[in-house]
């Protein structure tokens, strides 16, 4: 990158050719569609098929790897993307006015809790307490956001296929509750907000989707980024191809996916069939079926959310909730104070919170030294453009 003295200001000219070369064709994109939704000129696709998930260019004109747009002045691709350049430290200066710490390996945050949502059905259809499902409810039905980007399953009942959806209000919040662990690019739902007139959106998703909200409002995208409220993220270490039900549920366990009823993931994978049988399979089978994207990632705890949730450690019907921003905090005490949830200290599980530091150091480590965003990684790290420390 260019040096620049304390007085200047770099000019944003990275478009489609940087992002191509430094991101997608290195790997490191886990296709949250951010630079999809974003393109003022719709010449980038998605194909959200098993052994795909990530961005192309459309036209034809320079092939895939550059942009008539581009080359006249077009960025708004790299300004959406949540692994460009230094990503991370641009969205912890945006959303906390710093950077974390070294010893912050699961972001910056205000409060950690346990709760669940005090709605019988909601807590019952969710997943470890339906918090998300109740939060959604909530802030649609008091006005924070108009819509809210999740997934469902395509198909409705007996399929697992998850989809980008736009949900408006509770039997659409409670149509996308439960766990899937194949990947859905919830920004892809954003078009249908547009249509339907919606200005104030929540978005849920993984870490990998959550910090493009961020980084879109810090790189000055404009519109796409200003319409994102609320941002609500989910600890993840991974998610797996859709192949992964034909290809090894179905063929060595014989685990029909029309038939399953439940997944979850406690240290193996948790499948309950409709008929009450029960299997675990060891999570080491399944990493063949990892995306490509997972396996660079560095963020397993949603950094850049307002609120970062996740079902993991000894309570399993509570949600480990890490409130990071002044928004989440607010959303969670009127929440609280309404009693549409309940809440416990986090330390009552802290189990749950060890782990989640030991599996959000254990993501750090992924990230490329070939890549940007020192932040990330916590070395001094080269890439074909320059050097980033």
């Known amino acids: 990158m260019a040096q620049t003295t304390p007085n200047q200001k770099t000019r944003w000219t990275f478009q489609w050719k940087e992002l191509y070369e430094e991101i997608i064709d290195t790997g490191i994109c886990t296709g949250c569609a951010g630079c999809v939704i974003s393109c003022p000129h719709d010449v980038i696709g998605y194909e959200h098929e098993p052994g795909a998930y990530k961005p192309f ?63 019988d059905f909601v807590y019952e259809i969710g997943q470890d307490g339906g918090l998300v499902s109740a939060i959604l409810i909530w802030c649609l039905e008091n006005g924070v956001v108009d819509g809210a980007l999740v997934s ?46 919606l200005k104030d959106l929540a978005l849920v998703g993984m870490g990998c989707q959550t910090s493009s909200p ?31 039900f034909d290809e090894l549920f179905a063929i060595k366990y014989g685990i029909v996916k029309e038939e399953i009823a439940k997944m979850n993931i ?31 990632c560095p963020d397993f705890a949603a950094e850049h959310a307002d609120i970062s949730t996740g079902g993991i450690g000894n309570k399993s019907d509570w949600t480990l909730t890490v409130v990071r921003t002044p928004l989440g905090r607010e959303i969670i005490m009127k929440m609280l104070q309404e009693g549409v949830i309940e809440a416990r200290p986090g330390d009552a599980d802290p189990a749950a919170i060890e782990l989640m530091h030991r599996l959000s150091k254990k993501s750090r480590e992924r990230w490329p030294k070939f890549a940007y965003s020192a932040q990330a990684s916590r070395v001094t790290i080269k890439s074909k453009g320059g050097t980033s420390s």
């Open 57 to 119: 260019h459309l036209e034809e004109e320079l092939g895939d790897s550059d942009c008539i747009h581009g080359q006249k002045g077009c960025t708004s691709c790299t300004r959406a993307c949540p692994r460009f350049r230094d990503w991370e430290t641009e969205a912890d200066q945006h959303l906390f006015g710093r950077v974390r710490s070294d010893n912050e390996v699961a972001g910056i945050y205000k409060d950690i809790l346990l709760t669940r949502a005090s709605d």
């Open 152 to 197: 469902h399953l395509e198909g409705g009942e007996g399929g697992w296929k998850a989809t980008p959806a736009l949900a408006t209000d509770r039997e659409g919040v409670l149509a996308g509750a439960g766990s899937r662990y194949t990947y859905s690019a919830n920004t892809l739902a954003y078009p249908q907000a547009v249509e339907k007139g």
């Open 214 to 244: 961020p980084i879109m409002w810090h790189r000055k995208i404009g519109k796409t980024g200003k319409a994102f409220k609320l941002n609500i993220g989910l600890l993840c270490s991974k998610s797996f191809d859709d192949s992964l």
């Open 266 to 296: 406690k240290g193996v994978f948790q499948v309950w069939m409709k008929n009450g049988d029960y299997h675990e399979i060891n999570l080491k089978e399944c990493h063949a079926w990892t995306r490509e994207g997972c396996t660079t």
